[in-house]
């Protein structure tokens, strides 16, 4: 029998008799508890004396520790360095299931029970479990998704009540999403900077407490109901969601805390034990791998303890189906700061059965020494592939510009291995849902900014235009901002079509971020943080988005669905069949086998790309994806294919808005005119049974091979991390 952990059940668990409390503080000399009257938060009804065991753990107990009490910390311990104690600090407990703010700025916890003890009731609401490789990820903040929809009642607008109203569930379901991720949820407050600025933290990444709900994302009624009431509201929302069976993701912030730099505000871990919470150097000054002032010391057991118990309580406790992690090679991070994929939290993650069971997404960088991680993550980590973003948004706008300029792109081969699935990123055995593509995200320009600016617009941001990326490989077309010539915004829908087709008919997982379906802008800002308005919340008003982009964005995300050949969960292998992979044949406008001059060539800008599905658990289908990236139109030979007797066309990026029909089936050796800059996709008809090709006759399996012919070579200013 193996012996109890030492830091099993940190925080507040209750009883008959009361409640019993446990803290971790390696150098603490003493931990007091504190119980606060409900009328007056710095008025201690009660106070414990902690007793510390062998292993840093403080526990002791009290009668008044009952649901809906405010509790706080008296922590004192030695000076130094490294050390922040002031037993005049009351600190909130990092394990609080519930937050409450006292007047002075400082911050009590608030005992909560079960959600079941407190009659919440889930009525039958399951995960969806939706398969991998059926995800699509649709990035939202839980305010600005809904804040403006005037279909949901005003009290209900910008709150987790208004994710979960039926308009608000109308709108995902139509629109083909399967996956809500979450921008942070987890309670947080404003960095002091933004606050003497007069500024707000739209996005929540200063996290203060990481077990409970923000409360402002409540309705007021159930802000005025307390914690319970917040949570109940967050817990109804994840209810509603999975019975529309949607997922629920939660962007997560586990890699520092909102007490910032040295001179930063103290609430808890800085004064609880700063020597063993955060990393520091040999002259006890704070290493910083996040950019944000602090860093959560993963080499420590306690940090690790801290991120597993949250985890397991939003995914076991709240239903969360999954984490996006924020910054994750910080969390990969040991005592010396090197990061490893078997690092002992990483690995906890996956070795525990509810946080293993869920989708776990890893932004995989941060801004320290060997920050930039991408492909280096376990089995059972999708990752966010800023190669895939970086080099999509390059191949359609970057080469444009280029073209337009007299200059030769970067040829057809590095776009294919994205488009086949990264398999030059990512391992053989972790396969193409390894990857998490996307095009935008929250940080950066807008799908329909990319195509609008050259260079970022921030100045409402109050740093002077100095905050954000300069490096956003995107193109306005030859005019910065809006415009009315129309053969520009022409070709500014053209390449939102390509940028939108390419990501919903990539293989891997991909991820659309709310508002880019319909063209929203941030007019130039490619780093609103700081704006909780109308440039950031999701516009409703008809007249303010883009109808027929909305339209093809629920066109290609049905597409996707009722293929999968688009949607392949492992890599191919020449020669073989593996099951539940895609059989990749890759031809040039001539309807010619791809050559390895035709990949490396940058004058190539046409390719067309067959491939198959090898059936698993769904029917054979097999599609021929043409894409073509010049402004010099084609005309294209349709392959002649073992098997293949006809193409039904299904998409043209060319067209504004898809049809009703697909339009007359061509048969093999057609020859096709391509609009310039454009896509086009079809299903391919005929045999229903593979032929699997050899080398020789040039089948790609799942990109595997593309990577080989094509690499994937990366300029010093492809990446920048994300927020």
């Known amino acids: 029998m193996s012996p109890p952990d030492p830091l099993r059940d940190l925080g507040v668990r209750t009883g008959p ?3 019993t409390i446990r803290v971790w503080s390696e150098h603490a000399t003493s931990v007091d508890l504190e119980v606060f009257g409900a009328e007056d938060l710095n008025w201690a009804i009660e106070r414990v004396a902690l007793e510390r065991d062998a292993h840093g753990v403080w526990e002791g107990s009290s009668a008044a520790l009952v649901p809906g009490a405010r509790y706080g910390l008296r922590v004192d311990g ?3 360095l490294e050390h922040a104690f002031n037993p005049a600090h009351t600190l909130l407990d990092p394990w609080a299931r519930g937050l409450h703010a006292a007047a002075d700025g400082s911050w009590r916890g608030v005992v909560l029970d079960s959600l079941g003890s407190e009659g919440f009731d889930w009525g039958g609401a399951r995960k969806p479990r939706v398969p991998l490789d059926h995800t699509v990820v649709y990035e939202a903040h839980a305010k600005g998704f809904s804040r403006l929809n005037e279909r949901i009642p005003e009290a209900l607008r910008g709150t987790y009540a208004g994710l979960a109203h039926d308009a608000s569930l109308e709108y995902l379901t139509g629109l083909g999403i399967t996956t809500v991720e979450l921008l942070p949820v987890q309670a947080f407050v404003p960095e002091e900077r933004l606050v003497r600025q007069g500024q707000v933290n739209y996005w929540g990444y200063n996290t203060l407490g990481f077990f409970a709900p923000h409360a402002p994302y409540a309705s007021s009624t159930a802000q005025a109901g307390g914690p319970a009431a917040v949570r109940r509201e967050f817990a109804g929302m994840v209810k509603r969601l999975h019975e529309a069976g949607l997922e629920v993701v939660l962007d997560v912030v586990y890699n520092h805390t909102a007490e910032e730099g040295r001179q930063g505000p103290t609430y808890a871990f800085r004064g609880i034990d700063n020597a063993s919470y ?20 993963f080499g420590q057991d306690a940090p690790v303890r801290l991120v597993l118990d949250s985890m397991r309580y939003w995914a076991e406790e709240l239903q969360v189906d999954g984490f996006r992690l924020d910054l994750a090679a910080t969390l990969g991070r040991d005592a010396l700061g090197a990061y490893s994929p078997e690092h002992p939290l990483l690995q906890g ?11 776990l997404i ?15 993550f376990a089995p059972g980590f999708s990752e966010w592939n800023d190669r895939y973003r970086d080099r999509m948004r390059d191949f359609w706008l970057g080469d444009l510009r280029r073209e337009r300029r007299g200059e030769h792109g970067s040829g057809i081969g590095r776009f294919a291995t994205r488009l086949a699935g990264s398999s030059n990123t990512f391992a053989a055995e972790r396969g193409p849902l390894a990857s998490l593509n996307f095009i935008t995200a929250h940080d950066g320009f807008t799908l329909a900014d990319l195509t609008a600016y050259d260079v970022k617009h921030n100045l409402g941001n109050g740093e002077h235009n100095r905050d954000g990326s300069d490096h956003n490989n995107s ?48 007019r130039g800002n490619n780093n609103a943080y700081c704006h909780d308005s109308e440039l950031t919340w999701l516009a409703w008003d008809g007249a303010a988005r883009d109808a027929a982009l909305e339209a ?15 949607r392949p969960v492992r890599y191919g292998r020449f020669g073989e069949r593996v099951p539940s992979a895609s059989q990749m044949d890759w031809y040039n406008a001539a309807g010619e086998t791809m050559t390895i001059e035709h990949w490396n060539d940058p004058s190539q800008r046409t390719l067309q790309f067959l491939a198959a599905s090898t059936p698993e658990f769904e029917e054979h289908n097999r599609i021929l994806l043409v894409v073509h990236a010049s402004e010099v139109g084609v005309e294209v030979l349709l392959p002649e294919h073992p098997g293949v007797d006809g193409y039904e066309p299904l998409w043209d990026s060319a067209v504004d808005e898809p049809g009703d029909e697909p339009g007359a089936v061509h048969e093999p050796g057609t020859r096709l005119a391509m609009t310039p800059q454009s896509m086009r996709l079809f299903r391919a008809s005929g045999d229903p049974a593979p032929v699997l090709v050899d080398a020789a006759a040039g089948s790609l399996g799942a990109g595997a091979d593309v990577a080989d012919v094509a690499g994937d070579g990366r300029r010093a200013d492809d990446s920048e991390p994300s927020r």
Not at 552 to 566: D, G, K, V
Request: negative net charge; contains cysteine.
């Open 17 to 19: 008799g009361g409640g």
């Open 552 to 566: 093809t964005t629920r066109h290609l995300l049905r597409l996707r669905r009722e293929h999968p050949a688009l």
């Open 362 to 376: 890893a932004e995989p960088w941060d801004v320290g020494p060997f920050g930039w991680q991408t492909g280096n």
């Open 78 to 80: 030695p000076a130094g």
């Open 475 to 522: 193109y306005n077309h030859g005019v910065e901002g809006p415009t009315d010539d129309a053969d520009v915004v022409a070709a500014r829908g053209r390449s939102i079509r390509n940028l939108l087709g390419t990501l919903l008919l990539s293989a891997g997982v991909p991820m659309l971020t709310a508002g880019d379906e319909y063209g929203r802008s941030q």
């Open 278 to 297: 955060y990393r520091h150097d040999a002259h006890g000054r704070y290493v910083d791998t996040t950019g944000c002032g602090n860093t959560l010391d």
């Open 349 to 359: 993650m996956l070795a525990d059965p509810v946080i293993g069971a869920s989708k």
